[in-house]
């Protein structure tokens, strides 16, 4: 066996279904795992269920998020209105809906950007490693010591209250952590024979992160996004109440809590059903994502338990 043949078999490598990391305690994260994980599938089948009706609401509800008059104000759940009616008569199960879509599409966008930003801020500083990673750590630490709400009001208030400034806001803040995390699994691999090797034959730097490192990270990474989308969700939904996110009459599980909490006392179904909305969502995906981190990792249960 030549070193080429020596450092093809050595390198972690992507399956159809699949993906394997290299030794260390990691698994792999398949579609089996997840069925026979109970955790796992319970949080997969509840983000599911928030993820279907976000789909279906672009194509149906059963009556206009925006129409006023479908029904009496303050109308308490019925047959016609299963979640009632607000103050304008509109009806509150399809605003539930339709502002499924502004959150999920929120919190995923903020997770997505957050997600290559850190990624490459990570990779770039624990596998140069010296000063670099030693800046990019200092600066990483300080702003992880401000509370991520605090630092995405900040951001909101600079940008103006909107779907956008929200996601840009969300996404900055958690472009550290992932900075973090991806930089601490780089420093832990950057050392290995399969690493080395690659670096004996001259590969690049960028090959080398990319081809040689990186698969060792996404497995983590699949992990870390599960735990930020739900901070994602909860975040929206925190400065949509404050006021900070999508504006009136757009309909979003922050701002139709905001609205319930006005007419609480008239109509205290209001809020109920974007609040269980919410609830939902992040035990889903927070389900999911332990059950993951439990399969990649399955030193984690057992440290839990």
């Known amino acids: 066996m030549n070193v080429v043949d020596t450092v093809n078999s050595m390198k972690p490598r992507f399956g159809r279904r699949t993906m394997s990391v290299p030794a ?50 303050f109308t308490p759940p019925d047959f016609a209105h299963p979640m009632g009616t607000d103050v304008y008569g509109r009806d509150i199960l399809s605003r539930i809906m339709a502002g499924s879509q502004v959150s999920l599409m929120v919190a995923a966008a903020a997770v997505a950007g957050a997600l290559v930003m850190g990624t490459v801020i990570g990779l770039v500083a624990g596998y140069i490693g ?85 698969p060792s990270v996404v497995p983590i990474l699949i992990v870390q996004v599960t735990t930020a989308l739900a901070w994602g969700i909860l975040d929206e939904a925190s400065l949509g109440f404050l006021g900070l996110g999508v504006q009136p009459p757009d309909p979003s599980w922050g701002s139709l809590l905001i609205e319930g909490r006005q007419y609480l006392y008239d109509a205290p179904w209001l809020p109920l059903g974007a609040g269980t909305m919410v609830v939902i969502a992040v035990l889903g995906v927070n389900l999911l994502g332990d059950g993951l981190r439990e399969i990649v990792d399955p030193r984690a249960g057992r440290s839990t338990s």
């Open 24 to 73: 260390g305690g990691v698994r792999a994260i398949t579609l089996r795992a997840i069925i026979g994980h109970k955790r796992a599938l319970l949080g997969a089948i509840l983000t599911a269920v928030v993820v279907l009706m976000a789909i279906v609401s672009v194509f149906w509800t059963p009556f206009d998020p925006m129409a006023f008059d479908t029904g009496e104000p």
């Open 130 to 214: 010296g000063v670099l990673d030693l800046a990019v750590t200092r600066v990483v630490d300080i702003l992880l010591a401000v509370p991520g709400l605090v630092f995405a009001l900040g951001i909101v208030a600079l940008l103006g209250p909107s779907a956008q400034s929200v996601t840009i806001a969300l996404s900055v803040v958690y472009t550290w952590q992932f900075a973090r995390i991806v930089r601490s699994v780089v420093v832990s691999v950057r050392s290995r024979s399969y690493v080395e090797a690659a670096r004996g034959l001259d590969a690049s730097p960028l090959s080398i992160m990319v081809k040689d490192i990186l």
